[in-house]
């Protein structure tokens, strides 16, 4: 695969944290069926801290359990407080459904929220957040790695890595043609 390439997607798909705030009111949280990102998020609280935790009421098929019901309680035993974990409520059809719904729940003085998600799914977890947030907000990513390691660097030496990227460029289409 030609160099450039690579970087060039790699610029469109991937995003870093750019630091925006130091304390996340919230954090939208899609942990999907990979457990090992709850430290992530564990060492984000501690280091950090943040005021609300949210997390997708959805069904999840390589779970065989609800994201939000699997992954509370496992956030409680690495030191999360229970009382600020918080379902995404609502009727889903896609990933995407769940981001826009997330946006519309947040209360209205959660001004810092962080998106806390896969690092190859950041850039379309800021594109809905913001398309579908109110202008008072600001919003920043937390790329994670799953088990995987599917991030910038390496994405493209493996079928699975250039399966997700080339599928957020193809579901970050669809978004922009609504």
Not at 76 to 89: G, N, T, W, Y
Not at 122 to 141: G, K, M, P, Q, Y
Request: hydrophobic share 40%; proline share 4%; aromatic share 12%.
């Amino acid at each position: 695969m030609n160099q450039q390439f690579v970087e060039n997607i790699s610029d469109i798909i991937f995003i870093e944290r750019q630091q925006l705030f130091t304390r996340a009111d919230a954090v939208i949280y899609h942990p999907g069926h990979f457990p090992e990102l709850n430290e992530q998020i564990s060492n984000l609280f501690h280091k950090e801290g943040f005021n609300h935790l949210f997390i997708p009421n959805v069904y999840n098929s390589f779970l065989q359990a609800n994201e939000y019901e699997y992954h509370t309680p496992l956030l409680v035993e690495l030191d999360i407080p229970a009382d600020i974990i918080h379902p995404i409520a609502g009727e889903f059809n896609d990933g995407c459904d769940v981001v826009i719904g997330a946006v519309q729940q947040l209360d209205k003085d959660m001004r810092n929220i962080l998106l806390a998600g896969k690092a190859f799914f950041c850039r379309r977890f800021l594109i809905l957040a913001t398309l579908h947030a109110d202008s008072n907000r600001i919003f920043d990513v937390l790329p994670l790695l799953d088990h995987r390691g599917i991030d910038k660097e390496n994405w493209y030496r493996t079928d699975k890595g250039k399966a997700r990227v080339f599928n957020e460029m193809k579901v970050i289409n669809s978004i922009l043609n609504g």
